[in-house]
Nanobody, 122 residues
Framework: VQLQASGGGLVQAGGSLRLSCASSGSTLSIYAVAWFRQAPGKERDFVAAISKFGPTKSYSDSVNGRFTISRDNAKNMVYLQMNSLKYEGTAIYYC????????????????WGQGTLVTVSS
């Protein structure tokens, strides 16, 4: 499956953005999907994940309560609603798809999008 992340941009601290992950080449409904982010000079970190049909979700402690992951399988889309953004949320955000279910490990996801840049100004 090929993934395309979009929706990044510049936002002030405390603001909101919604990221989108679109798939092509294969239906997204057979995959669990996750968002990871990589800040400059840092490792790629887990953000959120959602199961194939959406009932199971997982969030990192740093975003829990502020970010919401959702999916629309009819549209082959996964979303990440980000509220109350913090300066440390500045990163490239990647969506990834995997067949192993909800996981916080990057190695469990086989297909990755190109990333979308989110910049949070203080």
């Amino acid at each position: 499956v090929q993934l395309q992340a979009s929706g990044g941009g510049l936002v002030q601290a405390g603001g909101s953005l919604r990221l989108s992950c679109a798939s092509s080449g294969s239906t997204l409904s057979i995959y669990a999907v996750a968002w990871f982010r990589q800040a400059p000079g840092k490792e790629r970190d887990f953000v959120a994940a959602i199961s194939k049909f959406g009932p199971t979700k997982s969030y990192s402690d740093s975003v829990n309560g502020r970010f919401t992951i959702s999916r629309d399988n009819a549209k082959n889309m996964v979303y990440l609603q980000m509220n109350s953004l913090k300066y440390e949320g500045t990163a490239i955000y990647y969506c990834a798809a995997g067949r192993w279910g909800v996981s916080q490990r990057a190695s469990d996801f086989d297909s990755w999008g190109q990333g979308t840049l989110v910049t949070v100004s203080s």
